[in-house]
């Protein structure tokens, strides 16, 4: 079946530092779309990715899906402490309606 | 999000006991799902609903049951607690099969 696997799983920073997490599937992916966790929270949407080679930034997130659809990533530039929490990928269309997540990664930022 | 409350917040029970969470929606999502959060596995899907009555298992399913009677209810029942049962559960809804996930809050789940 589908694998969506997440790289780094923790990641710490320093305030004003960059991070990216990647996501890569063992399949094509048909769109890829980025949650965030906050710590004690739950998952809430962050953008859906379509197209190949797709770009998209939100402020200080940039989003891209590679060009062969089987992998994606999410830069932070200049993190700040409200960018701590967990980012997970999944594909919404999986197989039978089901959205397979990766395993998220963990950002932890200091001052 | 708006719209999505699970009940209870927080359970403790012991094992062997049955348990059912609920989530209740009134976004009139068509698709309606159940995820357990465990440390070092992220989000897996117990199970889902493409409809009222209609359910499929997910990747983790074992011990669990779930019913749909109404578009706004999505029961998870635990049959006889265990427990590698300890766990966050989370219910998600959405319109259709490619758009955002909406999570609840969760539920903490405790079995002794």
């Known amino acids: 079946g589908q694998q969506v696997m997440q790289i780094p799983q923790y990641q710490h920073v320093q305030e004003g530092e960059d991070f990216t997490t990647y996501c890569n599937s063992s399949?094509?992916?048909?769109?890829i779309q980025w949650y965030k966790q906050r710590p004690g929270g739950h998952p809430v949407f962050l953008i859906q990715l379509v197209k190949s080679g797709e770009v998209k930034k939100q402020k200080r997130l940039t989003f891209q899906f590679g060009e062969a659809k089987k992998n994606s990533s999410l830069h932070i530039t200049a993190t700040q402490t409200t960018d701590v929490g967990t980012y997970f990928c999944g594909d919404p269309t999986g197989t039978a309606s089901k959205l397979t997540f990766g395993t998220g990664t963990r950002l932890q930022v200091t001052l | 999000d708006a719209g999505i409350t699970q009940s209870p917040r927080h359970k403790v029970t012991e094992t062997g006991t049955p348990v059912t969470l609920r989530c209740h929606q009134t976004e009139n999502h068509r698709y309606m799902y159940w995820y357990r959060q465990d440390p070092g596995h992220g989000l897996r899907l117990i199970h889902y609903?493409?409809?009222?009555?209609?359910?499929d298992k997910g990747e983790v399913s074992d011990g669990y049951s779930v019913s749909r009677s109404k578009t706004e209810d999505f029961l998870l029942t635990l049959e006889s607690a265990t427990s590698s049962q300890t766990s966050v559960y989370f219910c998600a809804t959405r319109t259709d099969t490619d758009s955002p996930l909406h999570f609840g809050n969760g539920t903490r789940l405790t079995v002794t």
């Open positions: 399949t094509t992916l048909s769109n």
């Open positions: 609903s493409y409809g009222v009555k209609d359910t």
